[in-house]
T-cell receptor, first 110, second 114 residues
Framework: KQEVTQIPAALSVPEGENLVLNCSFTDSAIYNLQWFRQDPGKGLTSLLLIQSSQREQTSGRLNASLDKSSGRSTLYIAASQPGDSATYLCAVDSNYQLIWGAGTKLIIKP | DTGVSQDPRHKITKRGQNVTFRCDPISEHNRLYWYRQTLGQGPEFLTYFQNEAQLEKSRLLSDRFSAERPKGSFSTLEIQRTEQGDSAMYLC????????????FGAGTRLSVL
């Protein structure tokens, strides 16, 4: 059974710092991995999708990496801004459904 | 394209009542998913449709839950005889299978059972 874990559960950093969020999964047989952002009380916004054959994806200040063999993904955020404050969730696509981590709540202090 | 739309955004009900939620996917998306999210947790898969066929249901989906997608367009999720444990955010997503199956999410329906 696929399990997804995100560490840390919460993170608070000063504005301008670079930071890394971690995601690990137990079964390497995945189709893809996605990183999402969720603002309080809101739905989910897809940030990056890495297909199983890829190693990384970049979008603006965000870079996500995938190491299937070790069951790990990281989301790197460069030059963090207060607007980046949100909960970040990773999800692995195991055939027809997404299996989710519990998220990392990120606070960027001005 | 207005994205995935869910209605209502909030629902407060008394224990034992029935509730129904609606999801309108992005047009021409052939897959539609329902997830449930409780506070502080990631979403949990409930069920999904490919066109009008319901292809998979999670064990989380008890007999009190039923989902439909008539004509392969919008979908409804009904909960009968609601319990306090049903209080959660219910999220709908849709995807186009050929587009890497990227799932696009609606804003969700927040259910509070009193």
């Amino acid at each position: 059974k696929q399990e997804v874990t995100q560490i840390p559960a919460a993170l608070s950093v000063p504005e301008g710092e670079n930071l890394v969020l971690n995601c690990s999964f137990t079964d390497s047989a995945i189709y893809n991995l996605q990183w999402f952002r969720q603002d309080p009380g809101k739905g989910l916004t897809s940030l990056l999708l890495i297909q199983s054959s890829q190693r990384e994806q970049t979008s603006g200040r965000l870079n996500a990496s995938l190491d299937k063999s070790s069951g790990r993904s990281t989301l790197y955020i460069a030059a963090s801004q207060p607007g980046d404050s949100a909960t970040y969730l990773c999800a692995v696509d195991s055939n027809y459904q997404l299996i989710w981590g519990a998220g990392t709540k990120l606070i960027i202090k001005p | 394209d207005t994205g995935v739309s869910q209605d209502p955004r909030h629902k407060i009900t008394k224990r034992g009542q029935n509730v129904t939620f609606r999801c309108d996917p992005i047009s021409e998306h052939n897959r539609l998913y329902w997830y449930r999210q409780t506070l502080g947790q990631g979403p949990e898969f409930l069920t999904y449709f490919q066109n009008e066929a319901q292809l998979e249901k999670s064990r989380l989906l008890s007999d009190r839950f039923s989902a439909e997608r008539p004509k392969g367009s919008f979908s409804t999720l009904e909960i009968q005889r609601t319990e306090q444990g049903d209080s959660a955010m219910y999220l709908c997503a849709s995807s186009l299978l050929v587009d890497k199956n990227i799932q696009y999410f609606g804003a969700g329906t927040r259910l509070s059972v009193l």
